[in-house]
């Protein structure tokens, strides 16, 4: 069965950076795109960008452009986000989600929450 | 980008009554060339990620209750429970996969009258 386990909750200061896991498993790694989505406390969701497994290529939104980086590691099938200077504002819950052909996210991570204080 | 806009914000409604919420696309979402919609609708319980409920706009993923239906095209899209029940309290997104950057509605949450 499809399972995306994300690493464990974060506690960081303010501009510190942080890198967030998301192990793949029960399907073929390269044949699906990653996504990114946080989630701020009582808030919507915010797509922050996606990555190629195949050849690690990505595309990020545009807030996060320059602080956020998405990486993979195709021999243990997991893919990385690190965002750096963080801020309050940054706290958040952030998810992995799978991309389904066509651009929808059919599996998600259970998330991994961040938070960000002095 | 594409903003998606959800109304209502909220709403409650009667176990066994309709719930019905509205999602508008700022550009339509509707691809000529195969006739498909780049919709998709969620729904996350509290404190869960979010769990696909459908896609291409009116699609129902595996498992989810009949009671759900998506409908709409082009900027106008609806998801509509027939009969409330309680493991239906939920917030509910649509989303969509049109073009990059991905973008979702600000959310509905739906409970129990």
């Known amino acids: 069965q499809v399972q995306l386990v994300q690493s464990g909750a974060e506690v960081k200061k303010p501009g510190a950076s942080v890198k967030v896991s998301c192990k793949a498993s029960?399907?073929?790694?390269?044949?699906?795109?990653m996504h990114w989505v946080r989630q701020a406390p009582g808030q919507g969701l915010e797509w922050m960008g996606i990555i190629n497994p195949i050849d690690g290529t990505t595309s990020y939104a545009q807030n996060f452009q320059g602080r956020v980086t998405m990486t993979r590691d195709t021999s243990t099938t997991t893919v990385y986000m690190e965002l750096s200077s963080l801020r309050s504002e940054d706290t958040a819950v952030y998810y992995c989600?799978?991309?389904?052909?066509?651009?929808?996210?059919?599996?998600w991570g259970q998330g991994t929450l961040v938070t960000v204080s002095s | 980008d594409i903003v998606m806009t959800q109304s209502p914000d909220s709403l409650a409604v009667s176990l066994g009554e309709r719930a019905t919420i509205n999602c508008k696309s700022s550009?339509?979402?509707?691809?000529?060339?195969?006739?498909?919609?780049?919709l998709a609708w969620y729904q996350q319980k509290s404190g869960q990620p979010p769990k696909l409920l459908f896609y291409?706009?009116?699609t129902r993923e595996s498992g989810v209750p009949d009671r759900f239906s998506g409908s709409g095209s082009g900027t106008d899209f609806t998801l509509t429970i027939s009969s409330l029940q309680a493991e239906d309290v939920a917030v509910y997104y649509c989303?969509?996969?049109?073009?990059?950057?991905?973008?979702f509605g600000q959310g509905t949450k739906v409970e129990i009258k």
């Open positions: 291409w706009a009116s």
């Open positions: 029960g399907y073929t790694f390269n044949s699906y795109y």
């Open positions: 989600a799978r991309n389904v052909a066509g651009g929808f996210f059919d599996y």
């Open positions: 550009q339509s979402v509707l691809y000529s060339s195969n006739n498909k919609n780049y």
């Open positions: 989303q969509q996969y049109y073009t990059t950057p991905r973008t």
